[in-house]
């Protein structure tokens, strides 16, 4: 009856090595994926960031022109109605 105990306790231990080196090997990949996941998020954030940023920049432009036409009624400067002023001149 030992032996057959011994040959049982053998094979538990070879089946629960498995499993550890399974649940490793596992483990091991969902860390890597989850890097990599962490690494798209930040890139991804880097990105939203810089298309905000574009987004204000040429918003701001084009509403300020926008206003300034509509409510002060303003025009592009044309080189016909452009004076220039000399220092001591006339």
């Given at each position: 009856m030992s032996?057959?105990l011994?040959?049982?306790?053998t094979?538990?231990?070879?089946l629960?090595?498995l499993?550890l080196?399974?649940?490793?090997?596992q483990?091991?990949?969902?860390?890597i994926?989850?890097?990599?996941?962490?690494?798209m998020?930040?890139q991804?954030?880097?990105?939203?960031a810089?298309?905000?940023?574009?987004?204000s920049?040429?918003?701001?432009?084009?509403?300020i022109?926008?206003?300034?036409?509509?409510?002060?009624?303003m025009?592009?400067?044309?080189?016909g109605?452009t004076?220039?002023?000399?220092?001591?001149?006339?």
């Amino acid at each position: 009856m030992s032996a057959r105990l011994g040959a049982f306790l053998t094979a538990l231990l070879i089946l629960c090595a498995l499993s550890l080196v399974t649940a490793q090997y596992q483990s091991r990949r969902l860390f890597i994926e989850l890097e990599r996941s962490q690494a798209m998020v930040r890139q991804l954030d880097i990105e939203w960031a810089q298309l905000q940023l574009d987004q204000s920049t040429l918003g701001k432009s084009a509403r300020i022109e926008a206003n300034a036409r509509r409510d002060l009624a303003m025009v592009p400067v044309t080189p016909g109605r452009t004076q220039y002023l000399t220092v001591g001149g006339k």
